[in-house]
């Protein structure tokens, strides 16, 4: 009669104790998170810029929806997206030195501007401070030959560094980044 009680007790609290420590995890992200790096290539370990950014999709709804002309935009969904140069680079012209930054964006129809901010872990663009910009650059809009359903990060190689491109539905934006 000992043992069955306490071969009872212990089942009960086998159960119970697996019932305390189960966790619940959420579903998948509807704007998945993603980082961009360059050299693309993974055999290359030695990168010089990574973004990490996550990315909406359209659905059915224009970019102007999402990301208003004229606006300040996180550049991406959930999160600011975060910019790292691991080195001291040269953005559209002007000097940046190696670090992390928040990357907000200011869409616009020919061209869009491209805000490294100071401040990071920001939710969206809500608590965004415009004193702590590092800089503003201008960034040339183009039209993609294939509509892109989810906000995409690529590179584009030019002679001293590369091309970040900005890619939304047949928007292009790129930015020209030096090392």
Partial sequence: MKNIFTTT?????????TAATAQKFSGLDKSPADIASYPSDYKVSNKL??????RPQLKGRAISELAPAGKVWRTGANEASEITFYQDA???GKAVPAGTYSLFTIPGEKEWTVILNKNLNQWGAYSYQESEDLLRVPAKVSKGSETLEAF???YQDMKKGT????GWGNTRVSLPIEF
């Avoid at 089942?11 to 104790?17: I, M, P, Q, T, Y």
């Avoid at 810029?49 to 996550?54: G, N």
């Fill in 163 to 166: 091309h970040l491109v900005l």
């Fill in 49 to 54: 810029v990574r973004v990490i950014y996550s």
């Fill in 152 to 154: 995409s990060i690529a």
């Fill in 9 to 17: 007790i212990m089942v009960l609290a086998l159960c119970f104790s």
């Fill in 90 to 92: 040269t953005v559209a």
